[in-house]
């Protein structure tokens, strides 16, 4: 095992097949063979189009797929096999040493609860922290991404999408992960607010130096922030390299097409900004 290993997480050959659901009760293969890394102090992007299996190799690093669903493979974590891990043990990885913020995180508050109580159970939870602490720390949480204090008072409903956006990911590090898995963090977000989240979401992993598994659907996005892309199609990883290395020269031709897709894009702005 090289040292990289020692300090990331490994995916060695995941699959992941849903049990028949639906009226035909046919298996999903959502995800097949993939190994990759998540290397610390990296932000590796997982792109694809929808359904193409990244929320459920995500899901399946902190073991969190629906009951029954078939997982194969093996999944490390610093070196530690973490597939064999019993359910216990497994919690005490979640959220200590690998925090997720899901899809749509932003709409998963519980509605009568302020942002105070989502934040103060977890330290609860997870650190032991009293009431009182917990409301100190949760405030300084906030600062870190951005927010005021009086927003530990309201209620979900009282947040914009932003907002709500980077409560989830004061949550996701109040425990001071090694590593983040977020999964379209900021897909309902406007283009601008989106551009903050992420630069800070990557501002706090680099000077925090934990290693991010960012999911998404936006190949461009995905560019521009992540080190290394891995390109998911149905189920299976068809390409992976340095971001730069996918964008300039995409070896397979499903790349290619989702390069030439926003190369395509690019030159119908410019256009439109000469008109
Ligand atoms: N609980 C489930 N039961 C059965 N099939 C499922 C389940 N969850 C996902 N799938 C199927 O697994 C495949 C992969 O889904 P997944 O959610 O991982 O894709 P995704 O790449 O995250 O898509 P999106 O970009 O739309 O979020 C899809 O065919 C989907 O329909
Ligand atoms: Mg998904």
Not at 160 to 166: A, D, E, I, V
Request: hydrophobic fraction near 40%; proline fraction near 4%.
């Amino acid at each position: 095992m090289t040292s990289r290993e020692k300090t990331a997480i490994e995916l060695r050959s995941l699959s992941v097949t849903y049990r028949g659901g639906g009226k035909s009760g046919q298996e999903v293969h959502a995800v097949r063979d993939c190994s990759f890394f998540v290397a610390r102090g990296d932000i590796v992007g997982l792109v694809g189009e929808s359904g193409s299996g990244k929320s459920s190799a995500l899901m399946a690093i902190p073991r969190l797929l629906p009951a029954g669903t078939l997982v194969s493979g093996q999944i490390f974590c610093d070196g530690e096999d973490i597939s064999a891990l019993g359910e216990q043990a497994m919690n005490a990885w979640r959220w200590r040493r690998i925090a997720l913020v899901p899809q749509g995180a932003m709409n998963s508050f519980t509605p009568h609860l302020s942002v105070e109580r989502h934040i103060t159970e977890v330290l609860a939870h997870h650190l032991n922290m009293t009431k009182r602490e917990g409301r100190k720390y949760a405030s300084e949480l906030l600062g870190t991404v951005g927010l005021e204090t009086s927003i530990l008072d309201r209620y979900p409903h009282e947040l914009s999408g932003g907002q709500k956006q980077r409560a989830a990911l004061a949550a996701a590090l109040a425990c001071r992960p090694d590593f983040l898995l977020a999964d379209e963090p900021t897909t309902a977000l406007d283009v601008i607010t989106q551009k903050e989240v992420l630069d800070m979401t990557a501002a706090l992993v680099r000077e925090r130096g934990m290693g991010l598994l960012l999911v998404t659907h936006d190949l461009p996005l995905a560019a521009g922030l992540c080190d290394t892309l891995i390109v998911m199609k149905e189920g299976s990883m068809v390409e992976s390299g340095p971001s730069r290395q996918v964008i300039d020269a995409p070896r397979h031709p499903y790349t290619r097409q989702l390069v030439q897709a926003i190369r395509g894009m690019e030159k119908m702005n410019e256009g439109g900004g000469r008109a």
